[in-house]
């Protein structure tokens, strides 16, 4: 019988800045192909990664202070 090891359950809140978290490497890695890789339409797509990393970043970002808040809260409570 193998033992029963529970990892504790993470809030909603940390859920989500962990995904958002894995999102912006995955936008990242994917900018250092392009930027790496010399096309026609380099420029285009150079701004094409800034662009979904601006707004994954404000994702993440939101993920944190909503994480951030939650902790506060429940250390105020």
């Keep these: 019988m193998a ?3 529970s990892l504790p359950q993470l809030s909603r809140a940390q859920q989500e800045a962990e995904t958002e978290a894995r999102r912006l490497i995955e936008h990242i890695e994917s ?3 392009v930027v790496s890789g010399g096309s026609n339409d380099e420029f285009d797509s ?3 990664a ?3 990393i601006e707004r994954v970043a ?3 970002v939101f993920a944190l202070r909503e994480l951030g808040e939650g902790r506060s ?3 105020e409570g």
Aim: proline letters at 0%; aromatic letters at 6%; zero cysteines.
């Design 46 to 48: 150079v701004e094409a």
């Design 58 to 60: 404000r994702d993440f």
């Design 73 to 75: 809260a429940a250390e």
């Design 50 to 52: 800034a662009d979904r």
């Design 3 to 5: 033992n029963d090891i």
């Design 31 to 33: 900018a250092l192909v």
